[in-house]
């Protein structure tokens, strides 16, 4: 197995900085670019703290990788193997990009999107060549979160897909090949929980501090060691059949945002990013949640063994 040895992330916001060190981290020489330089003073300052976290990790160090900045596209994508499109969440900048993305290089290389649901196929409408076009969804923060989704489009070639995974085990992560749908997987999964845990809190039947205690402790502790599917053979499905039988109609099936987030968003509260959202913040609240946040992910992934579905069972 073996990764590009050129690769080129288009995008330094939140997530380009993490990705770009897991590459260069496995000997890439990685090319971050954007289209403002002080995005890409604040990425080479991310990539740093990314790169810190790595080295307290303890993960695989492979000699050559490096990390570079620039704001010229051509110098960015000359000669690279390997793009990874990490742009805003939006259809037609994404498109525009991918577009600009393929008349720079290539035919052989690969362009790969970190879109967190956007179908692959609608994307690749801005491509000549879809065949070699496949989303590649990063978790965040995406230098501790050892999972990636790959998404073929509808055109995306069976080497391409097969490469990329190829990648992704490379520098030691899982690749889940997953249909496309919306939002992918991940995010469906979450938002389902989410939209329950909103409704629980909307309703009064639990407070927003409990809720994430239970959610941490009931579930996610459980999660972390056992997927679902693992999990209903461990409980048992004549159970699971009981008690779906009565819960699930109960379940909320709400298909709108629940005034609970919306009312906070129209007023400002935002979350970290405005100092407060569910929860109010302090002058340094927020940068000792985010270092503790790491600090116990890292925890986490350090007393995490292999996937269970490798081991003998």
């Given at each position: 197995?073996?990764?590009?040895?050129?690769?080129?992330?288009?995008?330094?916001?939140?997530?380009?900085?993490?990705?770009?060190?897991?590459f260069?981290?496995?000997?890439?020489?990685v090319?971050?670019?954007?289209?403002?330089?002080?995005?890409?003073?604040?990425?080479?300052?991310?990539?740093?703290?990314?790169?810190?976290?790595?080295?307290?990790?303890?993960?695989?160090?492979?000699?050559?990788?490096?990390?570079?900045?620039?704001?010229?596209?051509?110098?960015?994508?000359?000669?690279?193997?390997?793009?990874?499109?990490?742009?805003?969440?939006?259809?037609?900048?994404?498109?525009?990009?991918?577009?600009q993305i393929?008349?720079?290089?290539?035919?052989?290389t690969?362009?790969?999107?970190?879109?967190?649901?956007?179908?692959?196929?609608?994307?690749?409408?801005?491509?000549?060549?879809?065949?070699?076009?496949i989303?590649?969804?990063?978790?965040?923060p995406?230098?501790?979160?050892?999972?990636?989704?790959?998404?073929?489009?509808e055109?995306?070639?069976?080497?391409v897909?097969?490469r990329?995974?190829?990648?992704?085990?490379?520098?030691?992560?899982?690749?889940?090949?997953?249909?496309?749908?919306?939002?992918?997987?991940?995010?469906?999964?979450?938002?389902?929980?989410?939209?329950?845990?909103?409704?629980?809190?909307?309703?009064?039947?639990?407070?927003?501090?409990?809720?994430?205690?239970?959610?941490?402790?009931?579930?996610?502790?459980?999660?972390?060691?056992?997927?679902?599917?693992?999990?209903?053979?461990?409980?048992?499905?004549?159970?699971?059949?009981?008690?779906?039988?009565?819960?699930?109609?109960?379940?909320?099936?709400?298909d709108?945002?629940?005034?609970?987030?919306?009312?906070?968003?129209?007023?400002?509260?935002?979350?970290?990013?405005?100092?407060?959202?569910?929860?109010?913040?302090?002058?340094?609240?927020v940068?000792?949640?985010?270092g503790?946040?790491?600090?116990?992910?890292t925890?986490?992934?350090?007393?995490?063994?292999?996937?269970l579905s490798?081991?003998?069972?």
């Open positions: 197995m073996s990764i590009p040895a050129v690769v080129t992330v288009v995008g330094s916001g939140t997530m380009g900085p993490g990705i770009a060190a897991v260069a981290r496995a000997g890439a020489q090319r971050v670019y954007d289209v403002v330089a002080e995005a890409l003073t604040r990425a080479e300052q991310a990539v740093a703290m990314c790169e810190g976290v790595l080295d307290n990790l303890g993960s695989n160090k492979v000699d050559g990788g490096s990390v570079s900045y620039t704001t010229d596209i051509a110098e960015a994508l000359r000669g690279t193997e390997f793009v990874l499109e990490a742009v805003p969440e939006r259809e037609d900048l994404k498109k525009s990009v991918l577009a393929e008349a720079e290089v290539s035919d052989e690969i362009i790969a999107s970190n879109t967190s649901g956007i179908p692959i196929t609608k994307l690749g409408e801005a491509l000549n060549a879809p065949a070699r076009f989303g590649m969804h990063w978790s965040n995406p230098h501790l979160i050892p999972m990636i989704e790959v998404v073929p489009g055109q995306t070639s069976d080497a897909r097969d990329l995974i190829e990648i992704v085990n490379a520098f030691g992560y899982e690749a889940v090949l997953e249909r496309e749908v919306p939002g992918f997987v991940e995010n469906r999964v979450l938002y389902a929980i989410m939209r329950e845990c909103l409704a629980l809190v909307d309703e009064g039947v639990i407070s927003e501090r409990d809720l994430d205690t239970a959610v941490r402790w009931g579930i996610g502790y459980k999660l972390a060691v056992v997927g679902p599917m693992r999990l209903l053979d461990m409980a048992g499905l004549d159970i699971y059949t009981s008690v779906a039988g009565y819960l699930n109609r109960d379940l909320s099936n709400t709108g945002v629940p005034a609970f987030i919306s009312d906070r968003v129209a007023s400002g509260k935002l979350g970290f990013k405005s100092g407060g959202g569910i929860f109010e913040y302090g002058e340094g609240d940068a000792a949640l985010r503790e946040i790491v600090r116990q992910l925890a986490v992934r350090k007393a995490m063994p292999a996937p490798d081991n003998p069972v």
